[in-house]
Protein backbone atom coordinates (compact mmCIF):
# COMPACT_ATOMS: atom_id res chain seq x y z
CA UNK A 1 0.00 0.00 0.00
CA UNK A 2 1.49 3.23 -1.42
CA UNK A 3 0.63 6.49 0.81
CA UNK A 4 1.10 9.60 -0.62
CA UNK A 5 1.51 12.42 2.12
CA UNK A 6 1.31 15.42 -0.38
CA UNK A 7 -0.56 18.13 1.40
CA UNK A 8 -3.19 19.42 -1.38
CA UNK A 9 -1.90 23.24 -2.47
CA UNK A 10 -2.74 25.84 -0.43
CA UNK A 11 -4.29 29.09 -2.45
CA UNK A 12 -3.26 31.88 -1.34
CA UNK A 13 -5.97 34.51 -2.32
CA UNK A 14 -4.61 38.34 -2.73
CA UNK A 15 -6.04 41.10 -1.17
CA UNK A 16 -7.63 42.53 -4.36
CA UNK A 17 -9.19 39.13 -4.70
CA UNK A 18 -10.32 40.04 -1.37
CA UNK A 19 -11.57 42.94 -2.14
CA UNK A 20 -13.50 42.43 -5.14
CA UNK A 21 -15.74 39.20 -3.20
CA UNK A 22 -16.84 41.88 -0.95
CA UNK A 23 -14.70 40.44 1.85
CA UNK A 24 -12.23 41.95 4.95
CA UNK A 25 -9.33 42.84 3.57
CA UNK A 26 -5.92 44.54 4.09
CA UNK A 27 -6.22 48.06 2.00
CA UNK A 28 -2.11 48.74 3.25
CA UNK A 29 -1.62 45.20 2.24
CA UNK A 30 -0.63 44.08 -1.30
CA UNK A 31 1.45 45.52 -3.95
CA UNK A 32 -1.73 44.86 -6.58
CA UNK A 33 -3.68 47.71 -4.96
CA UNK A 34 -1.05 50.13 -4.71
CA UNK A 35 -0.28 49.46 -8.17
CA UNK A 36 -4.21 50.09 -9.36
CA UNK A 37 -4.98 52.81 -6.98
CA UNK A 38 -1.37 54.86 -8.21
CA UNK A 39 -1.96 54.19 -12.20
CA UNK A 40 -5.60 54.90 -11.75
CA UNK A 41 -5.16 58.22 -10.19
CA UNK A 42 -1.90 59.06 -12.55
CA UNK A 43 -4.65 58.44 -15.38
CA UNK A 44 -6.95 61.17 -13.55
CA UNK A 45 -4.69 63.67 -13.67
CA UNK A 46 -3.54 63.35 -17.06
CA UNK A 47 -7.14 63.74 -17.82
CA UNK A 48 -7.31 67.34 -15.96
CA UNK A 49 -4.36 68.46 -17.67
CA UNK A 50 -5.45 67.07 -21.11
CA UNK A 51 -8.83 68.29 -20.87
CA UNK A 52 -8.88 72.30 -22.04
CA UNK A 53 -6.62 71.79 -25.06
CA UNK A 54 -7.78 68.12 -26.25
CA UNK A 55 -10.89 67.30 -24.49
CA UNK A 56 -11.12 63.82 -27.59
CA UNK A 57 -7.91 62.83 -25.81
CA UNK A 58 -9.01 63.27 -21.93
CA UNK A 59 -12.13 61.42 -23.31
CA UNK A 60 -10.82 58.51 -24.77
CA UNK A 61 -8.81 58.25 -21.22
CA UNK A 62 -11.89 58.32 -19.30
CA UNK A 63 -13.65 56.00 -20.86
CA UNK A 64 -10.17 53.56 -21.46
CA UNK A 65 -9.73 53.63 -17.45
CA UNK A 66 -13.28 52.78 -16.87
CA UNK A 67 -14.91 48.93 -16.78
CA UNK A 68 -17.59 50.56 -19.10
CA UNK A 69 -18.70 53.95 -20.73
CA UNK A 70 -22.09 54.17 -22.41
CA UNK A 71 -22.36 56.32 -25.78
CA UNK A 72 -23.33 59.96 -25.01
CA UNK A 73 -21.90 59.91 -21.27
CA UNK A 74 -19.60 62.92 -20.31
CA UNK A 75 -17.87 64.14 -17.42
CA UNK A 76 -15.75 67.30 -16.10
CA UNK A 77 -12.22 67.06 -14.57
CA UNK A 78 -10.94 66.88 -11.96
CA UNK A 79 -11.73 63.60 -11.52
CA UNK A 80 -10.49 61.42 -8.00
CA UNK A 81 -10.73 57.40 -8.63
CA UNK A 82 -9.22 54.81 -6.67
CA UNK A 83 -10.07 52.04 -8.75
CA UNK A 84 -11.04 53.15 -12.43
CA UNK A 85 -12.35 49.38 -13.40
CA UNK A 86 -14.48 49.51 -10.65
CA UNK A 87 -16.76 52.22 -12.13
CA UNK A 88 -19.40 51.86 -14.78
CA UNK A 89 -20.88 54.47 -16.69
CA UNK A 90 -24.36 54.31 -18.73
CA UNK A 91 -25.23 56.09 -21.83
CA UNK A 92 -25.92 59.77 -21.66
CA UNK A 93 -24.52 59.78 -17.97
CA UNK A 94 -23.13 63.48 -16.93
CA UNK A 95 -20.52 63.75 -13.99
CA UNK A 96 -19.78 66.90 -12.89
CA UNK A 97 -16.38 68.54 -11.24
CA UNK A 98 -14.72 67.20 -8.55
CA UNK A 99 -16.06 63.68 -8.82
CA UNK A 100 -14.56 61.21 -5.66
CA UNK A 101 -15.23 57.44 -6.16
CA UNK A 102 -13.24 56.08 -3.29
CA UNK A 103 -12.34 52.66 -2.44
CA UNK A 104 -12.64 49.42 -4.62
CA UNK A 105 -15.96 48.25 -3.74
CA UNK A 106 -17.93 47.97 -7.95
CA UNK A 107 -19.93 51.55 -8.57
CA UNK A 108 -22.80 51.22 -11.37
CA UNK A 109 -24.27 54.60 -12.43
CA UNK A 110 -27.30 54.31 -15.09
CA UNK A 111 -28.17 55.71 -18.36
CA UNK A 112 -29.06 59.46 -17.86
CA UNK A 113 -27.44 60.31 -14.45
CA UNK A 114 -27.15 63.79 -13.58
CA UNK A 115 -24.72 63.96 -11.09
CA UNK A 116 -23.71 67.35 -9.04
CA UNK A 117 -20.44 68.61 -8.61
CA UNK A 118 -18.41 67.85 -6.23
CA UNK A 119 -20.10 64.07 -4.85
CA UNK A 120 -18.47 61.64 -3.20
CA UNK A 121 -18.98 57.77 -3.26
CA UNK A 122 -18.03 56.02 -0.51
CA UNK A 123 -17.26 51.86 -0.93
CA UNK A 124 -15.27 51.26 2.06
CA UNK A 125 -16.11 50.35 5.50
CA UNK A 126 -13.26 50.35 8.00
CA UNK A 127 -13.42 47.83 10.96
CA UNK A 128 -15.23 48.74 13.99
CA UNK A 129 -12.65 47.05 16.56
CA UNK A 130 -10.14 49.70 17.11
CA UNK A 131 -7.09 46.59 17.15
CA UNK A 132 -8.43 45.18 13.70
CA UNK A 133 -9.00 49.00 12.15
CA UNK A 134 -5.06 49.60 12.83
CA UNK A 135 -4.04 46.51 11.38
CA UNK A 136 -6.11 48.09 8.18
CA UNK A 137 -8.90 45.86 7.88
CA UNK A 138 -11.64 47.24 5.59
CA UNK A 139 -14.59 45.94 3.37
CA UNK A 140 -16.00 47.43 0.54
CA UNK A 141 -20.06 47.01 -0.90
CA UNK A 142 -21.09 48.23 -4.24
CA UNK A 143 -23.23 51.52 -5.25
CA UNK A 144 -26.20 51.52 -7.55
CA UNK A 145 -27.14 54.97 -9.38
CA UNK A 146 -30.27 53.31 -11.33
CA UNK A 147 -31.31 54.96 -14.54
CA UNK A 148 -32.59 59.09 -14.54
CA UNK A 149 -31.45 59.96 -11.14
CA UNK A 150 -29.96 63.78 -10.29
CA UNK A 151 -27.60 64.23 -8.07
CA UNK A 152 -27.19 67.61 -6.81
CA UNK A 153 -23.73 68.99 -5.34
CA UNK A 154 -21.90 67.73 -2.46
CA UNK A 155 -24.18 65.10 -2.44
CA UNK A 156 -22.21 61.82 -0.21
CA UNK A 157 -23.41 57.92 -0.94
CA UNK A 158 -22.21 55.75 1.69
CA UNK A 159 -21.68 51.87 0.93
CA UNK A 160 -24.00 49.48 -0.17
CA UNK A 161 -26.57 52.08 -1.06
CA UNK A 162 -29.05 52.06 -4.41
CA UNK A 163 -30.65 55.08 -5.36
CA UNK A 164 -34.08 54.35 -7.42
CA UNK A 165 -34.61 55.27 -10.80
CA UNK A 166 -35.88 58.72 -11.63
CA UNK A 167 -35.08 59.71 -7.95
CA UNK A 168 -33.46 63.32 -7.07
CA UNK A 169 -31.26 63.42 -4.27
CA UNK A 170 -31.14 66.90 -2.69
CA UNK A 171 -27.61 69.00 -2.77
CA UNK A 172 -25.74 68.48 0.39
CA UNK A 173 -27.52 65.45 1.59
CA UNK A 174 -25.70 62.34 2.96
CA UNK A 175 -27.59 59.04 1.68
CA UNK A 176 -27.10 56.44 3.96
CA UNK A 177 -29.56 53.85 2.92
CA UNK A 178 -31.45 53.27 0.02
CA UNK A 179 -33.56 55.35 -1.85
CA UNK A 180 -36.86 53.95 -3.26
CA UNK A 181 -37.26 55.18 -7.36
CA UNK A 182 -39.51 58.08 -8.36
CA UNK A 183 -38.85 60.64 -4.91
CA UNK A 184 -37.02 63.28 -3.44
CA UNK A 185 -34.78 62.83 -0.88
CA UNK A 186 -32.80 65.74 0.87
CA UNK A 187 -30.86 66.15 4.52
CA UNK A 188 -27.80 64.06 6.53
CA UNK A 189 -29.36 61.40 6.67
CA UNK A 190 -31.27 61.70 3.44
CA UNK A 191 -35.10 61.21 3.85
CA UNK A 192 -37.84 60.87 1.32
CA UNK A 193 -39.65 64.28 1.60
CA UNK A 194 -42.27 63.20 -1.45
CA UNK A 195 -42.91 61.42 -4.91
CA UNK A 196 -42.25 62.43 -7.57
CA UNK A 197 -45.94 62.67 -9.95
CA UNK A 198 -47.36 63.67 -12.91
CA UNK A 199 -47.49 67.78 -11.51
CA UNK A 200 -43.92 67.92 -11.44
CA UNK A 201 -44.05 68.34 -15.50
CA UNK A 202 -44.47 71.60 -16.53
CA UNK A 203 -45.01 71.49 -20.17
CA UNK A 204 -41.39 71.87 -21.51
CA UNK A 205 -41.21 69.37 -23.47
CA UNK A 206 -43.79 71.33 -25.64
CA UNK A 207 -41.39 73.88 -26.26
Known amino acids: MVTDNKMPPVLVRSEYDKMVAGEWYRYRSG ?10 QRTCRQITALYDDD ?8 VGMLA ?22 GANTF ?20 VGPSARFYTPSHAVDVVERRA ?3 RVSPIVIEDDVWL ?14 GSIIGAGSVV ?10 VGNPARVV ?12 ML
Do not use: K, M, W
Open 31 to 40: PELAELTTST
Open 55 to 62: QAAAHALF
Open 68 to 89: SVGDGADFRPPLYLDYGSRLRV
Open 95 to 114: INADFLALGGGEITIGANVL
Open 136 to 138: GYE
Open 152 to 165: GGNVVVCPGVTIGA
Open 176 to 185: TRDVPPGVIA
Open 194 to 205: RAIGPDDRVGLD
